[in-house]
């Protein structure tokens, strides 16, 4: 009996031990392309490399670079998104612009080919737009920035899914739970990791 006791508290400590040391990386969780633990304490790097290293097919390296890919995606999702926006609005002026010098060549036209026809001169008509070269800029600004787009939200998408991934790995890999009472062989305790 007092060997029984005696391995029951050896058990007892052990299980103390590595309880803390377990629980320290259950259930981490990502905002962004930081890592917190469940209790919302922000990871160190030495912490994530030792539970990336931990976990087998993972790195510390991989996390990095994931992560670098990650915060480039969304750089370039931001980006994209204020050239397409300064270009709708170039756009927009240069269209507007245009449009208004057309009436204005429209009504000027209107108003003068009476007056030239009666004095017998012939009426020359150019419409030389100075807000052209505007909606151009605007134009190739948008496009520009609708492929940046595509490609920022490709980057983001793909590395963030990797990121989870990653996360997934780490919280599955490290489970341990500890029961004492009715098992299914009787009664005990069991580690089940």
Not at 76 to 100: E, H, K, N, Q
Not at 118 to 138: H, N, P, W
């Amino acid at each position: 009996m007092k060997k029984l006791v005696f391995l029951a508290v050896i058990a007892v400590m052990v299980l103390a031990n590595a309880l803390p040391a377990m629980a320290q990386y259950n259930d981490i969780y990502r905002k962004g392309a930081k890592l917190y633990s469940s209790d919302d304490v922000l990871l160190t790097a030495e912490q994530i490399s030792a539970m990336m290293n931990s976990v087998e097919g993972l790195s510390y390296e991989t996390w990095v670079k994931n992560t670098k890919g990650f915060k480039a995606g969304k750089g370039l999702l931001i980006a994209s998104g204020s050239l397409t926006g300064v270009g709708i609005v170039t756009l927009g002026i240069g269209a507007v612009g245009m449009m208004i010098e057309g009436l204005a060549v429209g009504i000027g036209t209107v108003f003068f080919a009476p007056l030239a026809s009666l004095s017998g001169e012939e009426l020359e008509v150019a419409m030389d737009s100075k807000f052209r070269g505007v909606a151009i800029a605007g134009l190739a600004m948008t496009g520009t920035g609708i492929a940046g787009l595509i490609t920022g939200t490709t980057v983001y998408c793909v590395y963030k899914k990797r990121l989870n991934n990653m996360v997934d790995s780490c919280n599955s890999a490290s489970h341990l739970n500890v029961s004492l009472g009715m098992q299914q062989h009787g009664v005990g305790l069991a580690v089940n990791f």
